[in-house]
């Protein structure tokens, strides 16, 4: 039992982290030389037509703060919900036999709390376009 319980602990050291947060100050330190790197060394002409706003080679016509309707962004975070909510299904497939039933009834949960949520946004008409 002694012998499980150091095991445990040798495992568990925070010395075994020490790589990751070299990495990490390493990977801090690149980005950040070569931000200011090329800030620093990079050429610096500012002229009239560099100033100017650039919108894909097409000229500016109007004003960009048009009004736009709310359903773009209603669907556009619509999708993000639900595809944000997929991806908990990734740890329950990797580990569903470890999980067994009350796994199951987990996930079958997660899946009816998911699907009222779908049935409310059809029922309110969030995916009705009326244009």
């Known amino acids: 039992m002694d012998f499980y319980l150091l095991q445990v602990q040798d495992l568990n050291n925070a010395g075994n982290y020490l790589p990751i947060v070299i990495q ?9 030389l070569m931000i200011f790197g090329s800030d620093l060394l990079g050429p610096k002409r500012k002229t009239s037509d560099k ?32 595809d944000v909510e997929v991806i908990f299904f990734y740890p329950y ?7 067994g039933w009350p796994g199951f009834g987990a996930v079958v949960m997660f899946v009816a709390f998911f699907l009222a949520g779908f ?12 244009e």
């Open 119 to 130: 049935i409310y946004i059809f029922k309110k008409g969030a995916m009705t376009w009326e």
């Open 93 to 99: 497939a990797v580990n569903f036999r470890e999980l």
């Open 24 to 32: 990490l100050f390493f990977a801090v330190g690149l980005l950040s």
């Open 51 to 82: 100033l100017l706003n650039f919108e894909s080679g097409i000229e500016i016509k109007g004003n960009a703060r048009q009004p736009i309707a709310i359903k773009y962004f209603l669907v556009a975070i619509l999708f993000v919900l639900f």
